[in-house]
Every structure is written in structure tokens, then in C-alpha cells.
């Protein structure tokens, strides 16, 4: 083979290999965007599965929080009435909170709480005894 010939095929190989470096670099910036994607619409999914359960969660306190007034209040005025409960959950206001409670009382599932997430249970000492004690309870009824 002539010089020239090897020149020519080195060339080439030099261009195909730059190509092939390019391809695979495209695949890997187009992988780590997909991953970096789908990392950000997990993110946002579990922030409004937060911001949801945190909602449903202060909005079932505050209605707890009028239950337990409202009770007070009725056996305040006479201890021996019968308590109605539908006229007790009719009387419960569709905003604020009772005479003498306020949120700032309560720690709701899906808030921080010294930078941990209450509903992050599990990750604590007390959620793996939990988890321990419910898998030790599980396995004995499987083997009955």
C-alpha cells in the first residue's frame, strides 16, 4: 500500500472515530437531560402528593379542633343534653379556627419539621422499630 493510501485510510478512521465520539456523546447528553427530567417531574409529583396531604391533613385538624370547642361549648351550657353529632358536624365553620387554637399548635404530614419531612417516618429510629414489629407480626400469621 502507498503512503498515500495509508494517509487517506488514517484520515478516514480519524473522521469516523470523531463521528462515533460525537454520536455517543449526543446519546449521553440526551440520557443524563431524560434523567434529569424525569428526576424533576418525580420531584414536583411528590411535592404536591406533600402539599395535598398536607391540605387534607390541617384541614382534618381544624375540623377536629371545632369538634372539640363545639363539644366543650355544648357541655358547658348542659353536661346532661345528648350530644347530636350531624348537628355538631353541620355547626363546624368552612374556614378559621376556634377561639384559642391556632395551626401553629400542630405539626401536619407533609411539613418540615427541622428540615425533615413529617411524613418521612420510616427514616426514623422509631418508623424501622415499626416496620420491624409489622414484618416480625406479618411473617408469624403467614406461618399459621
Not at 351550657?77 to 365553620?93: E, K, W
Request: hydrophobic letters at 40%; proline letters at 4%; glycine letters at 6%.
Amino acid at each position: 500500500m502507498s503512503q498515500d493510501t495509508i494517509e487517506v485510510l488514517r484520515r478516514r478512521a480519524e473522521w469516523a472515530e470523531r463521528q462515533l465520539i460525537a454520536r455517543d456523546h449526543a446519546d449521553v447528553v440526551a440520557k443524563v437531560e431524560r434523567i434529569a427530567q424525569e428526576q424533576r417531574d418525580e420531584e414536583a409529583k411528590v411535592a404536591a402528593e406533600r402539599a395535598a396531604a398536607l391540605k387534607a391533613d390541617t384541614e382534618a385538624t381544624r375540623r377536629g379542633s371545632w369538634s372539640n370547642y363545639l363539644i366543650a361549648e355544648a357541655a358547658r351550657r348542659d353536661p346532661t343534653a345528648p350530644l347530636n353529632v350531624g348537628a355538631l358536624m353541620a355547626a363546624v365553620p368552612s374556614q378559621g379556627w376556634p377561639p384559642g387554637v391556632s395551626p401553629e399548635e400542630f405539626h401536619f404530614i407533609g411539613q418540615s419539621f427541622g428540615g425533615v419531612a413529617i411524613d418521612d417516618a420510616a427514616e426514623t429510629s422509631m418508623g424501622r422499630a415499626l416496620a420491624e414489629m409489622l414484618e416480625r407480626t406479618s411473617r408469624v400469621q403467614r406461618a399459621k
